[in-house]
C-alpha cells in the first residue's frame, strides 16, 4: 500500500523566502505525482502534475521536481507571498489492481506567510 | 464554466437517515471519485469510477454506495447515516491515464447528529 508523508505538517515564514515543501512515498511503482493547493474551506486547487518520466515541472514561481527512485517530491515556491498561504498537498498515482489509477494524498503541509 | 459541482454545500443530518451526495462534471471525463476530508487523516478515497457503468471501492467504502450510469453523473449514497460520516465530502475527476490531472469540487460539509 502505498503511503505519502509531508513534512514540514505546517511552516510559518516572513514574505519574500524561498520555500520547500517536501513529499517522500514508499512504492516507487508511480504513474505520477500531482501538488495541490487548498485554502481554508474551498477544493482543491491543480498546481502541477508531473509524469513519471519527468524530472521536474515549472509554473510561474513555483517548481515541482520528481525523484522516483529516492521516493521524493519537493515543492519549490520563489519569493513567497501572503497569498501563498494555504495547504499544499501532494497526490501519488499508483496503479491499483484492475488496471486503475488512483491517487494516494499526503496530510499538507499548512503554509503561513506574513506580510 | 466547466468544472465540477457538488451539492449540497452542506447539510446537517440525523442519525438513521439516507442520503445522496450529487456530483456532476461537464468535462467528458472518464474517471470520478468521492473523498472524505478529516483533520489529522487528511483525504481518504471512498470509492472510484474508472468510466460509466464501473466503480471500485478505495480506502474507506464502509457505509458508503456509488453508481455511475452516465458519463457526468457520481451520486454517493448513505443508506443510514452515523455520526462518525461527519466529514467534508470532496468529488473529484480525471480523464484517466498517467498523464492527466485530477480536478475537484467544492466539497459538501456533512454533519450527522
Known amino acids: 500500500k502505498q503511503e505519502v508523508t509531508q513534512i514540514p505538517a505546517a511552516l510559518s515564514v516572513p514574505e519574500g523566502e524561498n520555500l520547500v515543501l517536501n513529499c517522500s512515498f514508499t512504492d516507487s511503482a508511480i ?3 500531482q501538488w495541490f493547493r487548498q485554502d481554508p474551506g474551498k477544493g482543491l486547487t491543480s ?17 515541482a521536481s520528481l525523484d522516483k527512485s529516492s521516493g521524493r517530491s519537493t515543492l519549490y515556491i520563489a519569493a513567497s507571498q501572503p497569498g501563498d498561504s494555504a495547504t499544499y498537498l501532494c497526490a501519488v498515482g499508483t496503479y491499483w489492481t484492475g488496471g486503475s489509477y488512483i491517487p494516494t494524498f499526503g496530510r499538507g503541509t499548512s503554509l503561513i506567510v506574513h506580510p | ?5 457538488q451539492a449540497p ?16 462534471q461537464d468535462m467528458r471525463h472518464n474517471a470520478m471519485y468521492w473523498y472524505r476530508q478529516d483533520l489529522g487523516l487528511g483525504l481518504r478515497l471512498i470509492h472510484y469510477s474508472n468510466t ?13 454506495s456509488v453508481s455511475r ?11 443510514s447515516a452515523v455520526p462518525s460520516q461527519t466529514s467534508v465530502y ?5 480523464a484517466g491515464g498517467p498523464d492527466n490531472e485530477q480536478f475537484f469540487g467544492p466539497g459538501t460539509r456533512l454533519t450527522v447528529l
Not at chain 2, 9 to 23: D, E, Y
Open chain 2, 52 to 64: 460509466a457503468g464501473t466503480t471500485g471501492k478505495g480506502e474507506v467504502p464502509d457505509g458508503y
Open chain 2, 90 to 94: 470532496f468529488c473529484a475527476s480525471s
Open chain 1, 47 to 63: 498546481l502541477l502534475l508531473i509524469q513519471s518520466s519527468q524530472r521536474e515541472q515549472t509554473s510561474g514561481r513555483l517548481n
Open chain 2, 9 to 24: 454545500t452542506s447539510q446537517i443530518l440525523a442519525a438513521g437517515r439516507r442520503m445522496t451526495l450529487r456530483c456532476t
Open chain 2, 1 to 5: 464554466i466547466a468544472g465540477i459541482t
Open chain 1, 31 to 33: 504513474y505520477n505525482l
Open chain 2, 69 to 79: 450510469a452516465n458519463t457526468d453523473d457520481f451520486p454517493l449514497t448513505l443508506a
